[in-house]
């Protein structure tokens, strides 16, 4: 079946520090691909997404391009702010739309 | 109005209450959701209603029951839970049952059962 496999936090960087949480996924097809940040004491709000291969999707500086070739979606930010200190959340809705598969979630801290 | 509503935020219940969650949205969206997370998990599928009319009940206890009084709201009553049902309650919207669009996510209900 599709699943989403992402990288272990938690991981902590320094205010300004280059960031890139790994994802992978396994679906069968052409399916969506979504980042979720999840705040503390928050909901899930969506970061960015990408619906076809070679898409990239952006938003709050961050970016995640949809590379069919390796089945990744990588999220990246070029300089991470304490504010970015939440769970990020790689997620994918299968081809058919039907079903929705999220991976386990990475912690990020930024320490001033 | 592009959000989803949820009350309360926070609920302490004892084993033998009933209590119900509240999730209200505007956007026109016909798919709503119930999800329920643990700490430091991904949150996982509970119910499903599109076009007001359950679609998917992944296999939850006959102590959480949904209900879908019209198109913008969707209850969660809750009876005789057990301590280990204590979460993060999330409910969620989409424009239609098609998830290629994503969701709209509420803020969420933090449940505590004592």
């Known amino acids: 079946g599709d699943s989403v496999t992402q990288m272990e936090g938690p991981v902590t960087l320094s205010e300004e520090a280059c960031l890139t949480i790994?994802?992978?996924?396994?679906?069968?097809?052409?399916?969506?691909l979504f980042w979720y940040v999840q705040y503390p004491g928050e909901g899930l709000q969506l970061l960015l997404k990408?619906?076809?291969?070679?898409d990239k999707g952006s938003n709050k500086g961050f970016e995640a391009t949809y590379r069919k070739e390796t089945t990744s979606f990588h999220l990246e930010k070029g300089s991470v702010q304490v504010s970015d200190s939440a769970v990020y959340f790689c997620?994918?809705?299968?081809?058919?739309?039907?079903?929705?598969?999220f991976g386990t979630g990475t912690s990020l801290t930024v320490i001033p | 109005d592009t959000e989803v509503t949820q009350t309360p935020k926070h609920l302490v219940m004892g084993m033998t209450n009933k209590k119900s969650l509240k999730c209200e949205q505007h956007?026109?969206?016909?798919?709503m959701y119930w999800y329920k997370q643990k700490a430091k998990k991904p949150p996982e599928l509970m119910f499903v209603?599109?076009?007001?009319?359950?679609?998917i009940n992944e296999s939850v206890p006959s102590r959480f029951s949904p209900e879908c009084p019209n198109s913008s709201l969707l209850n969660l009553h809750l009876h005789a839970l057990q301590p280990e049902d204590s979460a993060l309650y999330l409910c969620?919207?989409?424009?239609?049952?098609?998830?290629?669009?994503?969701?709209?996510f509420g803020s969420g209900t933090r449940l505590t059962v004592v």
């Open positions: 956007m026109g969206h016909r798919a």
């Open positions: 209603y599109s076009y007001e009319k359950l679609s």
């Open positions: 990408a619906t076809k291969a070679d």
């Open positions: 997620a994918l809705s299968d081809q058919s739309g039907n079903q929705f598969y």
């Open positions: 969620a919207s989409s424009l239609e049952r098609d998830l290629n669009y994503g969701y709209t």
């Open positions: 790994n994802c992978t996924y396994t679906a069968t097809g052409y399916p969506s």
